[in-house]
């Protein structure tokens, strides 16, 4: 026969808008076999929308969620050994793991009819992470059975009470990483990271090619349209000097002509002179 627990799991794998209605029909049902049952099964309560989330995520993401639990078996470790550089690294992993996760579970919601706000994402968020800080939070999101939000306060146990529905959650035999599967852990961990750096230093120094090959092009269409335009003023340069040369023979030209001209009226001023003394001369006699 079923349990409570197994009961309750059924019934929080639906939507929220389904928990009441299922709930009463599963009441119903018991309420001749088990009466006690019953009125343990009328005290669950519906979960918020952020648990119900975590609880999808749970059932549709094992493996996921499996892996942002063994991430802060990571952390711890590298907080035990004081890495810093790893633990910096893990955390933000820890980050870009849990907003995916609630990312999906978004998803996951929106396929079942569900809106997510973004104070429930955030919530999400705070639940997955506080799994990933407490073993006693892990257990609670791992029981399918969590009915509100979860939030991890500075060091402090994460807070429980009235989180879990159908009796507490007991901490499951979750095998601890050894420290070989760390290690190894590790090492992918920091081949991706390297991985991550150097597509990003790929896609800079794409862009940084992208640019510069614009600015190029532009630099060039430039170059081509100034040697296009001195060619047009060297020709127009040469034409000019023609017709410099051209105007610089005829100025030589005319100099000579006046020269010419000039001395041909000294020439005639002095026979006008003369012509003029010779009659002036005959005037007299």
């Known amino acids: 026969m079923a349990t409570l627990e197994d009961i309750a799991r059924e019934l929080y794998a639906?939507?929220?808008?389904?928990?009441?209605?299922?709930?009463?029909?599963?009441?119903?049902?018991?309420?001749?076999?088990?009466p006690v049952l019953a009125r343990a099964v009328v005290s669950l309560k519906r979960a918020s929308?952020?648990?119900?989330?975590?609880?999808?995520?749970?059932?549709a993401r094992a493996d996921?969620?499996?892996?942002?639990?063994?991430?802060?078996a990571e952390m711890r470790d590298a907080?035990?050994?004081?890495?810093?550089?790893?633990?910096?690294?893990?955390?933000?992993?820890?980050?870009r793991l849990t907003g995916a996760l609630a990312?999906?579970?978004a998803a996951i919601a929106?396929?079942?009819?569900?809106?997510?706000?973004?104070?429930?994402l955030d919530d999400v968020s705070q639940t997955l992470q506080a799994a990933m800080t407490d073993d006693a939070a892990a257990a609670a999101i791992l029981s399918g059975r969590l009915v509100r939000a979860l939030q991890t306060v500075g060091f402090d146990p994460v807070d429980l009470e009235g989180a879990v529905a159908g009796g507490e959650a007991s901490i499951a035999a979750r095998p601890?990483?050894?420290?070989?599967?760390?290690?190894?852990?590790?090492?992918?961990?920091?081949a991706e990271k390297a991985l991550r750096d150097a597509e990003q230093s790929f896609t800079r120094a794409t862009r940084d090619v992208e640019r510069i090959d614009a600015r190029l092009r532009q630099t060039r269409e430039r170059a081509d349209a100034l040697a296009e335009a001195r060619d047009g003023l060297e020709k127009e340069l040469a034409r000019v000097l023609t017709q410099l040369e051209?105007?610089?023979?005829?100025?030589?030209?005319?100099?000579?002509?006046?020269?010419?001209?000039?001395?041909?009226?000294?020439?005639?001023?002095?026979?006008?002179?003369?012509?003029?003394?010779?009659?002036?001369?005959?005037?007299?006699?």
């Open 110 to 120: 929106a396929e079942k009819g569900v809106a997510l706000s973004s104070a429930a």
């Open 176 to 190: 601890a990483p050894s420290r070989d599967d760390l290690a190894e852990r590790r090492e992918r961990r920091a």
């Open 14 to 34: 639906l939507p929220p808008g389904e928990f009441t209605a299922a709930r009463t029909a599963r009441v119903a049902e018991l309420k001749g076999d088990d």
């Open 79 to 95: 907080q035990n050994e004081l890495d810093a550089p790893a633990l910096a690294e893990l955390t933000r992993a820890r980050r």
């Open 103 to 105: 990312r999906e579970g």
């Open 246 to 285: 051209e105007m610089q023979s005829d100025e030589h030209r005319l100099e000579d002509e006046r020269r010419a001209a000039a001395s041909r009226v000294d020439t005639a001023e002095a026979e006008r002179e003369a012509a003029e003394a010779a009659l002036g001369a005959r005037s007299t006699s």
């Open 49 to 59: 929308v952020p648990a119900w989330v975590v609880g999808q995520l749970v059932r």
């Open 64 to 72: 996921d969620i499996e892996r942002a639990l063994t991430l802060a």
